[in-house]
């Protein structure tokens, strides 16, 4: 499969032709482009967070077990001396940092449901929800950021496939042709969970019927294909008719 790298950067490219598209036509602010472009290259990463060697797992227990130790501290500020509060935070960190890693690592398989298309919804879905809860950002924002994610999933899944098949090796195409875009895993009780996951995310998060509409309509291709080549000049140099 792809490297971490080649991920990154894949996803980084469809991610800021995306992000172009919608700001040349005049649909998204240069705020909102870069929301969209850095959730591009998180989903980009974001399917081999079950990969025990994960780079991306580590950063995210990493950035979790930050968050979460400020929250419980935050949260006791009135009832413990400051000493308690510095011995809380790091149990906590320490907690989330270790304990639930090393549960989580137990618990996963590579290549399982997080390495899947329903796993893709979710995780889209995830994102707009909490732009939304926690960050209070408007359903439109939230939801461009989540579907940024889906885009930069299905980068990574699409490039794993593609690295399967081994087109410049006489070795022919690899065992792993096939497990990137799938709809389930072998375990049946993960793949319900991912499902009821997605319904449930799904549920909890208003505003995407609206922007999907906005994003097919007719006036928004009208409002892109003006937009999509410049016409008779190429960065103000005429070129040749070649009719």
Same mark, same amino acid.
């Given at each position: &499969?792809?490297?971490?790298?080649?991920?990154?950067?894949?996803?980084?490219?469809?991610?800021?032709?995306?992000?172009?598209?919608?700001?040349?036509?005049?649909?998204?602010?240069?705020?909102?482009?870069?929301?969209?472009?850095?959730?591009? &290259?998180?989903?980009?990463?974001?399917?081999?967070?079950?990969?025990?060697?994960?780079?991306?797992?580590?950063?995210?227990?990493?950035?979790?077990?930050?968050?979460?130790?400020?929250?419980?501290?935050?949260?006791?500020?009135?009832?413990?001396?400051?000493?308690?509060?510095?011995?809380?935070?790091?149990?906590?960190?320490?907690?989330?940092?270790?304990?639930?890693?090393?549960?989580?690592?137990?618990?996963?398989?590579?290549?399982?449901?997080?390495?899947?298309?329903?796993?893709?919804?979710?995780?889209?879905?995830?994102?707009?929800?909490?732009?939304?809860?926690?960050?209070?950002?408007?359903?439109?924002?939230?939801?461009?950021?989540?579907?940024?994610?889906?885009?930069?999933?299905?980068?990574?899944?699409?490039?794993?496939?593609?690295?399967?098949?081994?087109?410049?090796?006489?070795?022919?195409?690899?065992?792993?042709?096939?497990?990137?875009?799938?709809?389930?895993?072998?375990?049946?009780?993960?793949?319900?969970?991912?499902?009821?996951?997605?319904?449930?995310?799904?549920?909890?998060?208003?505003?995407?019927?609206?922007?999907?509409?906005?994003?097919?309509?007719?006036?928004?291709?009208?409002?892109?294909?003006?937009?999509?080549?410049?016409?008779?000049?190429?960065?103000?140099?005429?070129?040749?008719?070649?009719?």
């Amino acid at each position: &499969m792809a490297g971490f790298d080649i991920h990154l950067a894949v996803a980084a490219v469809f991610g800021g032709v995306g992000v172009t598209t919608l700001m040349g036509a005049g649909m998204i602010d240069p705020q909102t482009g870069l929301i969209g472009f850095v959730a591009a &290259m998180i989903g980009g990463v974001m399917p081999d967070v079950d990969a025990d060697d994960s780079i991306f797992l580590d950063l995210s227990f990493t950035l979790f077990a930050l968050l979460g130790s400020f929250f419980v501290m935050f949260s006791q500020l009135a009832r413990y001396s400051i000493a308690e509060l510095i011995v809380l935070w790091l149990v906590t960190f320490l907690f989330i940092k270790l304990a639930l890693f090393e549960l989580f690592v137990r618990f996963t398989v590579h290549r399982g449901i997080f390495h899947s298309l329903p796993a893709g919804l979710f995780f889209a879905g995830l994102t707009a929800d909490l732009l939304i809860r926690l960050f209070h950002q408007p359903d439109r924002v939230a939801w461009l950021a989540g579907l940024f994610v889906l885009l930069g999933y299905l980068v990574h899944l699409l490039l794993d496939e593609l690295y399967s098949l081994n087109l410049l090796s006489a070795e022919g195409v690899a065992d792993s042709f096939g497990t990137a875009f799938k709809l389930r895993a072998p375990d049946g009780w993960a793949t319900a969970t991912m499902y009821l996951s997605v319904l449930l995310v799904y549920y909890d998060t208003p505003g995407l019927g609206l922007l999907l509409r906005e994003l097919f309509s007719p006036i928004t291709w009208h409002a892109i294909s003006p937009r999509l080549l410049p016409t008779g000049e190429w960065f103000g140099i005429s070129l040749p008719n070649l009719h």
